[in-house]
């Protein structure tokens, strides 16, 4: 594909001289920190908290480094960059995680500095991706295009990223910590399931404020994040979130690791008193110093002005023809074109979940060819899902087609979106040192199993998670189907849920069903489970709402049976 | 031990006193939490500065209302780990407007010195062993940041200043 010059530049942050010298600052000094490991001057106990703080991991088989993308959202230059990167410091290509992040898993560790100054020029860097501090803040992946979004939340995203970068009160809290937000009433960054998640709303004057959620999260102990405020105004919210961090910072458990995510201390002294303390240490720091100034707000909101869309009809008969003509384009076009507020143009879903793949593996061509794509069809912008999945946010219907021969061509236009073979699953064993089983042979399994596209159809939305241990990266907890590996005597055995829900309305953990069971039964149970939910729907009725109208009993007898 | 004041070594004018030593007649004196506590009319008494060191789950208002005979707060940490400290730096400045000097004491990285600079800490007691200048240099600076905090050299438009 020849390349096209980008039409229009992307709804991004655009960094000035300012950004990019605090990042070169940055990537100088990792770079005297590695000098310093390689020649022994630092032990791996005293390097390890200056890795992690920029992203990088020690795997079971080599480095892995974690590049942030701020609340998902990335430029074709900066795509073509992670491409460039991926060949030259990886095997050629990259994973796309349910954090909206990518991370490289082959990486040598004299090659950091360089990776990292690479992405310097790319206006990135892997701040943040890991350590016990505010991590990468994520949202919908639809954000500025769904025609339910109320607010655009990339705007308070942004302005979090910013806040919380090398935030010097809270780098060294008891644990991570993550925060979430969504402008629409369709959450689509499971908001609840985070250390503190935030709805953006409008009041009855058109003010913009938020609903607070803290002390979701998922792992050992999955907690629903209750709420602690139904509407803080909008320029309060950074003396609110400096309120919970200095509240959590101070009180959260630093005795025990599994005890020390802020989910432990709400649930431990109520969130009745925990919003109390929050409330009180607001009080006394709301005021000019912490004001989120609506100048800013503004100034930061022109960075994701929409770009400049054309007047379209709302229908395009070019899009409706190709419907019509072409089976296998409308079955792409059925799971993954999404409506969009603007007439004439959808929002698409790029699977990157093909038949018997990896979830979330993208090779580095084809992160040059979505590339390509988004300059010629979507404004040169790409989204990151945390689904694993790509997202062009603003195409013209009339080049749906045109783009799906694109992805064709380069092997990604996999029909399956938000369909059963749509799979999260951690790294798993093949990668992590704490996994007690594999994650994506079994997603390869299952999805070979439901491989006929017009059976996955049948069965309609139907979310499956996996996760390789407790920690739940693969968000198994809100899995309508979740898969959990365990070790049973040195093997591996995955342990199955149903009935999980990481929306807004509806959020809820996953109930155990049955023993735990080797890959082959687990994958047979899988099916049995979605046979019998066929066999038990009405016309219409989505695996989670038979679940829900008929009980867990018949689908746990599918998984006993597997046995 | 050696202490890094402003970005350079500087030499310690401090005693710390174990709980059991006499009190000196003259002479900077840092004493411990409970000592401030039961001996605090005595130490205040003297002519000379005296200052108490805050364990790392000592909250900000731990020295109470005898804040303002303090001459300096040292705040233990433990182990680089434990933030605690940052915050308590934070409220004893901006809470309880402590404006003596404020030190810490323990497990901390070069890296953190600025977090430690700009959360209202004057000075860092290094580790044992450790080389002041060696330890400064470790860290490169970084002259931006993104969030309102102590000590900001000027805005630098949006939620930008400068630092250092
Ligand atoms: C291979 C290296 C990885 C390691 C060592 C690791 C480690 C962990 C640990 C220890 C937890 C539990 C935290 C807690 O409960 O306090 C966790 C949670 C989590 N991780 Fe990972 N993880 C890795 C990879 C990933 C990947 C690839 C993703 C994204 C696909 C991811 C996303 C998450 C998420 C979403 C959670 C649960 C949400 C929560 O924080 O409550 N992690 N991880
Ligand atoms: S869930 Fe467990 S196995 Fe999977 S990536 Fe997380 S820590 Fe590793």
Redesign the interface.
Known sequence: MTYVAPRHRAGIYHYDEIDRQFVRERVAQFRGQVERRLRGELSEDEFKPLRLMNGLYLQLHAYMLRIAIPYGVLSSTQLRGLARIGRRHDKGYGHFTTRQNLQYNWIGLADTPDILAELAEIDMHAIQTSGNCIRNVTTDQFAGAAPDEVVDPRVYAEILRQWSTLHPEFSFLPRKFKIAITGAPNDRAAVRVHDVGLVTKRDGDGNVGFEVYVGGGLGRSPFIAPKVRDWLPEEDLVAYLEAVLRVYNQYGRRDNIYKARIKILVHQIGVARFAEQVEAEFARIRGPFYRLDPVLVDAIRGHFAPPPFEALPAVSEAYEEARRRDAAFAAWATSSVHAHRTPGYASVTISLKPVGGVPGDITADQMDAVADLADRYGFGEIRVTHEQNLVLAHVRRNDLHALWQGLAAAGLASANAGLVTDIIACPGLDYCSLANARSIPLAQEISRRFADLDRQRAIGELKIKISGCINACGHHHVGHIGILGVDKKGEEFYQITLGGNAELAGAAIGDIAGPALTADDAVDAVEAVVNRYLDLRTPGERFIDTLARVGHGPFKEMVNAAR | MPLVKDGRPAADTWTTLADDAPVPADGAVIVSLARWRAERAALVARTAPVGVLLPSDA?ADAPGDGIAGLALIAVAFPK?????G???A??LR??FGFTGTLRAVGDV?P??Y??????GFDEVELPAGRDAAAWIA????????????LRDGGP?????RRVA
């Open positions: 909250p680089f780990r434990d933030g605690r940052f915050t308590t934070r409220r901006e809470e990285l890296d953190q600025q977090f430690l600079h700009r959360c470790a860290a490169g600076p970084i002259t931006v940041a993104y969030q309102a905090a630098l438009g949006l939620l930008r």
